[in-house]
RNA sequence: GCAGGUGUAAUCUAGUUGGUUAGGAUUUUAGCCUUCCAAGCUAAACGCCCGGGUUCGAAUCCCGGCACCUGCACCA
């Protein structure tokens, strides 16, 4: 088996075309068929469900499209933009940062002119053929466009929905109630402009990810489920080299994953691929790098299935620390903290610095006030020869101490502002997606088929009459309406053989089959086949709207089988 | 973005020293037949990646583009 015949099967029966394939189709690029689309759908609403009801997060959905600020706070403006030069000779690409290494201590904080002139000044030429090298070019891997009219703003398609949650902190901290953890999730799209998209959905310009933020006390990255799961196992691969199969309390007891809110969310990810068919067996965790973690990750598990591109990572779960929060502080200037509360008050004496705005106000005229201000705020232990420097309006001004008394003053502190670290499980979606497909592909002979879940199938029974007559067709029509109407997918077929039409349902993973035959019409029992044992048992009509639910759920269905009808 | 390879119907594929109407299989559709796992019969629908050039004549040769595969690079 190859990805191609995955994806030949996925084209064939409608889980995926390529994009925009009337005018040649564009790399990177691929629509959802009506069964991928479905089966898609029924990913998200699983996993929507595992952290709304489950875990208690709630969700939003924000904009796809952001002013530039909020990338540039979020550091993708300059951390997506890759400095490139090009072998004039070879024409090799190479990273010119990487290629100055040892030139400077820190090339990364280059600009292109510096970079230029350092390569030009030092020689350096191509590592491939020795070529002359041409001039640094920015490549960035974020989708440019414009709000507004003519000139308008600058802005840019998101590299992925987190940054919508982050800038909404301060309204869901209050919807919260103001309190900590604070779960969200948002299911949308991201863009990144790949170099080299491949390997169909696994590297996709436009993708669509399930991604969730968990906003926790830095000093209590506890979590309340913590022990239910601690005796659950995970197969580990740490960036110190080390491979281990560990339970989930072992894994945080040694460090080596390094808090419990952490693992508990890898183990929640881990049962969350499993419930919707991939594979435990090709399914692990492995660390990320020190020099391959995100510019704001403190540390990132990924989660790996392995197809048959080799170990593909689907779900990333990063702990980013406080970065963007601190971040969106800093270019926003918005209060984006927590209020940590004391469980009693305490009372703190310390000095402070009161200003005399009488002298100061005459002095500094306008500024008198701002001055006043940042005094109040700065330490009295800051001060220096009988100065304290404070920064106004981006001017240095130092105040002597003739401006402004020392008191000692009592403070009631109720709490601390804190800035909550984040915790990130981010899945791709659409590689989850193709997990399920490349991970439920079974061939039987000549024949294809999908074991998919039947959580996940995008068609949960398929309904036959044995043949178009005889009123089999009436009756069955009859059974496929009341199972569609009570909220369940069916796909009524009769044409063919009645193998054949097996066959089809098997190729697009129905788990599950009715027959109506002319047994039907003597004694009120119809045929339910299974899909991956190819087993059939009778059972009452009557008994259906139950028995459609319960094998679903993967009830054991002996109690609803007909007692001499079975084969 | 570079290098190499590939591109024939929805799918898999045959077919070039350039030469009649591009062949097969699967699928799909209509009908016949058929009492449970891709049966059979009849018929139908659907194709040379796109554009340009060479030529009396191009699926075949040349150029450009696009897409896919492999490698390099990239991959938050």
């Given at each position: 088996m190859d990805a191609s015949d995955v994806l030949s099967l996925c084209k064939r029966r409608g889980f995926l075309y390529p994009s925009y394939e009337i005018y040649g189709g564009v790399a990177g690029m691929y629509d959802y068929g009506p069964l991928g689309t479905a089966m898609r759908n029924n990913i998200v609403e699983i996993w929507r469900r595992l952290y709304t009801l489950g875990e208690g997060f709630v969700e939003i959905d924000s904009e796809t499209v952001g002013p530039e600020i909020v990338f540039k706070a979020s550091g993708h403006v300059d951390e997506f933009a890759d400095k490139m030069v090009k072998c004039r000779s070879c024409e090799e690409a190479h990273r010119a940062d990487h290629l100055v290494k040892e030139l400077h201590p820190n090339p990364s904080i280059l600009k292109d002119k510096e970079l230029d002139d350092l390569i030009r000044t030092r020689g350096v030429t191509c590592p491939a053929c020795g070529g002359e090298l041409s001039t640094v070019e920015e490549f960035n891997l974020m989708f440019k466009t414009v709000i507004g009219?003519?000139?308008?703003r600058v802005g840019y398609l998101r590299p992925e929905t987190a940054q919508g949650i982050f800038v909404n902190f301060p309204n869901l901290y209050r919807f919260n109630r103001e309190k900590l953890p604070l779960g969200v999730i948002q299911v949308g799209r991201g863009y990144r402009n790949e170099i080299s998209p491949r390997q169909g959905v696994i590297r996709m310009r436009e993708f669509n990810m399930m991604e969730a933020e968990l906003f926790v006390d830095p000093e209590d990255k506890g979590w309340p489920r913590f022990n239910d799961v601690k005796d659950e196992k995970l197969k580990l691969f740490a960036n110190d080299g080390r491979e281990m199969e560990l339970t989930v309390g072992e894994a945080v007891e040694q460090g080596v994953i390094c808090n419990q809110v952490l693992a508990y969310f890898m183990w929640f990810t881990q049962e969350f691929l499993k419930s919707i068919g991939v594979d435990g067996e090709r399914l692990r965790f492995r660390q990320h790098e020190r020099d391959e973690m995100a510019h704001y990750a403190a540390d990132c598990w990924d989660a790996e299935a392995l197809l048959s591109f080799g170990w593909t990572e689907i779900v990333g779960i990063a702990d980013r620390g406080c970065w963007d929060l601190s971040r969106h502080i800093k270019f926003s200037g918005v209060d984006m903290t927590a209020f940590k509360r004391f469980d009693t008050p305490h009372e703190v004496e310390r000095d402070a610095i009161k200003p005399k705005y009488g002298l100061l106000g005459p002095k500094y005229k306008a500024l008198g006030a701002k001055i006043g201000k940042a005094l109040e705020a700065t330490d009295p232990a800051l001060m220096e020869n009988n100065a304290v420097t404070v920064e106004v309006d981006g001017e240095k001004h130092v105040i002597g101490k003739e401006m402004f008394d020392i008191v000692r003053v009592k403070e009631k502190v109720s709490g601390v502002k804190v800035i909550p670290h984040v915790i990130e499980p981010s899945h791709g979606l659409d590689r989850i997606t193709y997990t399920c497909l490349e991970h439920a592909y079974a061939q039987k002979g000549d024949m294809e088929m999908l074991r998919l879940s039947a959580a996940i199938a995008p068609i949960k029974f398929g309904v036959f009459p044995l043949m178009a007559r005889d009123d089999l067709d009436k009756v069955a029509m009859q059974i496929d309406e009341d199972i569609r109407y009570s909220g369940i997918e069916t796909f009524y077929d009769d044409s063919g053989s009645i193998g054949r039409r097996y066959a089809r349902m098997d190729e697009i993973g129905t788990p599950y089959c009715i027959t109506v035959d002319y047994q039907t019409i003597e004694d009120g029992t119809v045929t339910l086949r299974e899909r991956d044992s190819q087993s059939q048992v009778r059972v009452n009509v009557k008994d259906l709207p139950l028995v459609t639910r319960a094998v679903l759920c993967g009830a054991n269905i002996d109690q609803f089988v007909v007692a001499d009808g079975s084969e």
């Open positions: 009219p003519g000139s308008g």
